[in-house]
């Protein structure tokens, strides 16, 4: 490293981070000059007559020339990773390849330019696309019931509770308790405890599914719900998914699916078919929206019959002439977003859908379990399997061995991985299992590229017994090297100020 | 690694007994098992806990874990200096790292916990 970057001229720009846009630039330097003022100029103070605060310095904005504003995008853009830089197996999230397409439809102008205030009659075309939308995800779930309200997978999963718990004081009876599986993610936990209800853990069974004994221990009459992932996260089909959803109704209680893993399933097995009463769809996952940066994304909620007069409202419909319109549900729980939720993800997912087709669809999960079995095939000999099933579309390994070895940390593990062009796995999730490594490779990914993704965890299983200390010190290769995420989160530095 | 003089739970905790008082905080197996503690949250004095359940939260560049009551009884002092420099918890767990005091209702409950030799023991099972 030394040596190469002594041929680095001093002057250069950095490949890594460079100045901030405030730090860019000078006074006089501007991208459009405004043309001169041909109005009488008017004294903002007696307008306005004390009526509202006047600003009396200048707000501190950058300076810059257009070519400045692009370049120093551009290079902040080179530094990131994404999708389009190169794979991303993230366990957990799913972060496929989004066609094209989909960004072609979401900006036709009928669909970009709406306004949501817009008469009925002139957004018919939109409200036909969300009632189809709704249609095939009912169909790919099983649950014909369905609102794509919800802004995101957890804000799905708290619609749903919150039909849930409608649904339950509808007949009279108030429950207070919520199964939750100790592989969930943490927003299960989490919107149990928003929707007011506590949240009881059920631990894992040693085949890495419900522990059906402790289910059976905690199911009584004051038991709302399960909220089950399935597959769940550790990349498993719940083969007692039929028993589970059984007993839970047995008790009178209702069966949630947090459909996170859909990837896996599509086509081929329905939630609504294995016992489910409600499930969540991330379509910024499954159907085609980029996501990864916080946003937007649609968490739509798929319920059965019994269900459907909970859901939030208003609900786009056909309605008998011919024309589309909108409807509330008899006992709906209200709004839970504005308007019509993130439409531009609705529209991509729609896309993707109609795109694909049911056979497309099938093949997705298919093709993307069949990636992940081989990842792992590839890479068990290498790594602690821990739970060693055939898995859905995704798997975790465990760097116990080479914690134990050669002190290395999976951490190390997924900073070395950067070097080898890699976005790393999700790592330490799900919480059951030390050292995790949560791999999802998803249908997008080439044989060639599986491979090369394999040999790289293999070189560095490698370099854990030849050169620990390497993998302690990487990236080496990244704008910026290992980030020291203790100081992040204790003295975390949001806010630039000026000096001085 | 595991002090002879403390008591053991299977939540990690450990407790120094003097008289009616236990000083709690976690061991070192846990900070390890943690990594870097970047925030904790713990009770109040005059809070009261309860055996077996969460009295606080510790948090790693990990993940986030709940702190668990080794006994019943009322908090009486808590570790103020952990609140501005966690990382104590990982440098010494057993000292300065401790978290909370507490004034024990029933003193004989510490006599179910754990000794060194049989914590040492758990940790290699969970291993």
Known sequence: MTERSAQIPSGAPARGPRRLIFETGAPESRCVEPPPLDVPELDLKVRLQGRAKIRHEMPMLPHVTEVEIARHYSHLASMNFGVDTGSYPLGSCTMKYNPRIGEDAARYEGFAGLHPYQPIETVQGALELMCRLAEALGEISGLPGVTLQPAAGAHGELTALMCFRAYHLASGIERRRVLVPDSAHGTNPATVAMCGFEAITLPSDADGGVDLAALDEALDDDVAAIMLTNPNTLGLFERNTLAINEAVHSVGALSYCDGANLNAIMGITRPGDTGFDALHINLHKTFGTPHGGGGPGAGPVCVTEALKPFLPGPIPVHLDDGSFGLAEPARSIGRVRSFFGNFGVLVRAYAYIRGLGGEGLREVSEQAVLSANYLKERLRDAYELPYDRTCMHEFVLSGVRQKREGGVRTLDIAKRLLDYGFHPPTIYFPLIVEEALMIEPTETESLEELDRFAKAMLAIAEEVSTDPALLKAAPFTTPVRRVDEVAAARKPDLRFRREG | ?127
Not at chain 2, 27 to 45: K, N
Request: aromatic share 8%; hydrophobic share 35%.
């Open chain 2, 1 to 127: 690694m595991y002090p002879s003089d403390l008591k053991y739970d299977k939540e990690h905790e450990w407790v120094r007994v003097n008289g009616d008082i236990a000083t709690v905080g976690i061991s070192h197996f846990a900070q390890d098992q943690l990594g870097e503690v970047v925030y904790v949250d713990l009770p109040a004095p005059g809070d009261s806990v309860t055996l077996g359940e969460p009295f606080g939260e510790v948090e790693s560049v990990k993940s986030v874990s709940e702190l668990y009551a080794p006994v019943n009884g009322e908090v009486v002092k808590v570790n103020e200096s952990l609140t501005d420099s966690p990382e104590i918890i990982n440098e010494d767990p057993y000292g300065e790292g401790w978290m909370i005091e507490i004034e024990m209702s029933e003193p004989s409950e510490v006599d179910v916990l754990l000794s060194a030799e049989e914590y040492e023991v758990f940790v290699t099972e969970e291993e």
